[in-house]
């Protein structure tokens, strides 16, 4: 079962199945009341996914938002490959960094457009795999963090290079592209044999299998929830694989995960000014541009 959020012509936010048809807005099975927009409370709700009834009619005119528009929190792996650390010259790596967060506003649909906010920093993309959780969760265990999971979706963490805190470097306004659909665990299936694929501007940057997580998904969830309580709908980006580089006005950016869709964004420099903080030659040192560690025959 793939799932969107959208709004439609009149502007409300609705939420839709995604079927071989087209999206059917399936908002009138949500229950009322409880924080959020539909997307979080149908999966506050704790309806299974794949019981709710595609017979509407298609939905015409929607405009595709984030699959989870307003998650309580969105929370990131900082260094969980390891041919990333080894890019960034990192001593470490999840085990001893732990994860940080983004601003829920950073958060955009497909097809939309990354803003670029200076003309005088580096900025990068990250291809992430992200999991969307589905119920309250505290304290998981590892082995039980699957019942957790409410689906996954492909993220791009739009990142700062430099020594500011994350936080900051990864919560300007579009650096969290999500989607383009919430993808349920039984059509995703085994992540194991997962592929993700970045490419800017038509030229591959990225290719990773989702096995090689440092921390792979039940033990981000268990270590997450140990440290905050997760809410329906709050998004976990898994971390990147090498191949960061930068990127420009004008640039295309595309992640492709298997199972899990394709999201495609365009970037622009318009309006950028100075950078006010002064981080630009401290912090992770990120590679040499267009360099992926895949071109250099290391894969
Ligand atoms: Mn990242």
Known sequence: MKLCSFLDPSGEHRVGVVTAAGVVDVTTQVPAGGPGGPMRRLLAAGTDLTTLRTDGPVVEGARQLPPVPDPSKIVAAPVNYRDHQTE???????????????????LIADAEQVVLPYHDRRFDQEGELAVVIGRRA???????????VAGYTCLLDMTMRGGEDRSVRKSFDTFTPTGPHLVTPEEVGPLDDLELHTWV??????????RDLIWAVPDLIGYVS?????????????????????????????????????????????????????????????PAELTPAFERGRR
Do not use: W
């Open 201 to 210: 501007g038509g030229k591959l940057r990225q290719r990773a299998d989702i």
């Open 88 to 106: 960034m010259s990192q001593d470490s790596h999840i085990a001893a960094l732990g994860v940080f967060l983004k601003a829920p506003s950073s």
């Open 226 to 286: 140990s440290v905050m309580e997760l809410l329906p709908g709050d998004i976990i980006a898994t971390g990147t694989p090498a191949g960061v580089g930068a990127v420009h006005d004008g640039d295309d950016i595309t992640v492709e995960i298997t199972r899990v869709g394709r999201l495609s964004v365009t970037v622009t420099g318009k309006g950028a000014t100075a950078c006010p903080t002064r981080g630009k030659n401290s912090g992770p040192r990120p």
């Open 138 to 148: 505290r304290h998981v265990r590892t082995q039980d963090a699957a019942d957790y």
